[in-house]
């Protein structure tokens, strides 16, 4: 039995999504499964890379299939490299699958659960939806130009039957998943699985012992973070606001790490209103995320409450691994507030309340004893429920559920045919044997 993931990046690439499915897939290959991997050629911010067609790392099988490369710039390019990736990755997944395998999907690209569940159909496979986002809703969320009324609705009824095919959809959190059942899901179909961090990488680091905040010359300055994509889904009104009434003391800094849709935009504003409290970095390479999570001493995740329960801001499972407290800027409700509240490793903030979150840096600041604390109790948040090991032995007894049902299900439909064809055959026998006594009878 294959285990087969497919998803639009895979490694070497270093995107969210692509790192979480290399982590479980190696995780998975140390604990004796076959694990194989259908993914594009292209790297998430080098659409025009041409990776390997196939590859073994570490015992993953990869295919990695041919797409166009227009790359994220333009709607109409990002378009054209999902749908290419449809094709290919359909035909690749009808090639590879086989009876009682099983797929995972991930969401990237959009709609990808739709071919997946076809290949999965057609080869008698299992099929696994790992549901990072909800599309049709989260275009229809961000106002994305052509998905919305009829077009919204057919996109989400070929989702929906997707959903109500796979034998189960892992989903990142409690909000998620009411979604997914309000799609007519059963909730036996659905499961819960957070998205994780390496706590062995990822960890708490002193600020005196941080390289990273030296080669900055960020001194003893109170750092407050903005950590990865920066993209349409997240509100930066409220922190622009923040930044301003704050711009007159020295001693708060605001270090953008990352990059995405609205970096520019905030570049800019920054520069309009005059802000010197604002400084923007790259990504990170992997092996300093260590060092630029633990930089900052409180960080900032936002997320517009339109969003909540189609998206879970993953960025927070690093934040506790460093052991840092959050500022929270969405839906009082929404799942990163309701983990911050439970347990007590930072604060929520309504959109728009910039002088709340004025008041929240400055009390941080003020007492930085009472930020060590948060600190300390999100990291313990952290190895109590978003380990990566912890998350692996959650995928895999998912996993093993769904190969016993697959097993059982072979077993009992082979049973079936071979019963029903004992049962035909003594049938045309005694049919026979019926026939010739009655000629014999009327003879």
Known sequence: MKLIFVNRYFYPDHSATAQLLSSLALALIERGWDVHVVSSRQLYNAASASLPSTEVVNGIKIDRVWTSRFGRARLSGRMADYVTFYGSAAWRLWRLARSNDIIVSKSDPPMLSVVAAGAAKMRSARLVNWV?????????????????????????????????????????????????????????????????????????????????????????????????????????DTILK???????????????????????????????????????????????????????????????????????????????????????????????????????????????????????????????????????RARQCFEANYDEQDAFNRWEKILQQVARVSVRQNQYESTGESAGLRVDTRSRVRARTDGALRRRIEA
């Not at 106002?143 to 109500?164: C, H, K, P, Q, T």
């Not at 659905?190 to 080669?215: K, T, Y």
């Not at 909540?308 to 990163?336: C, H, N, T, W």
């Not at 007590?344 to 979150?357: A, V």
């Open 242 to 376: 923040a930044a301003r009434l704050l711009n007159d003391n020295a001693n708060v800094v605001f270090v953008w790490i990352g990059d995405g849709a609205q970096r520019l935009w905030l570049e800019r504003e920054s520069l309009r209103w005059g802000l010197t409290n604002f400084v923007f970095r790259p990504y990170q390479p992997r092996n300093r995320l260590f060092e630029s999570l633990s930089l900052p001493d409180v960080h900032l995740i936002s997320l517009r409450p339109a969003l909540e329960g189609l998206i879970v801001p993953s960025k927070i499972y690093g934040i506790v691994a460093a052991g840092r407290p959050a500022l929270f800027i969405g839906e009082m409700d929404g799942e990163v507030a309701m983990l911050l509240r439970r347990h007590r490793c930072g604060y929520n903030i309504k959109p728009g309340d910039s002088e709340d979150l004025v008041a929240r840096i400055c009390a941080l600041n003020a007492n930085r004893k009472m930020c060590l604390a948060m600190g300390a």
């Open 132 to 236: 990072q986002d909800l599309f049709p809703e989260v275009a229809q969320a961000l106002e994305v130009r052509g998905v919305d009324g009829a077009a919204a609705d057919i996109l989400r009824g070929l989702r929906n039957r997707s959903l109500r095919f796979a034998s189960t959809n892992v989903v990142l959190g409690e909000r998620m998943r009411e979604k997914i059942k309000d799609a007519g899901v059963t909730s036996a179909r659905v499961d819960i699985v957070p998205n994780w961090e390496c706590g062995r990488v990822i960890r708490p680091i002193a600020r005196g012992d941080n390289q990273l905040r030296r080669e900055w010359g960020l001194g003893d300055k109170f750092v407050v973070g903005y950590s990865g994509n920066m993209g349409r889904a997240h509100e930066f």
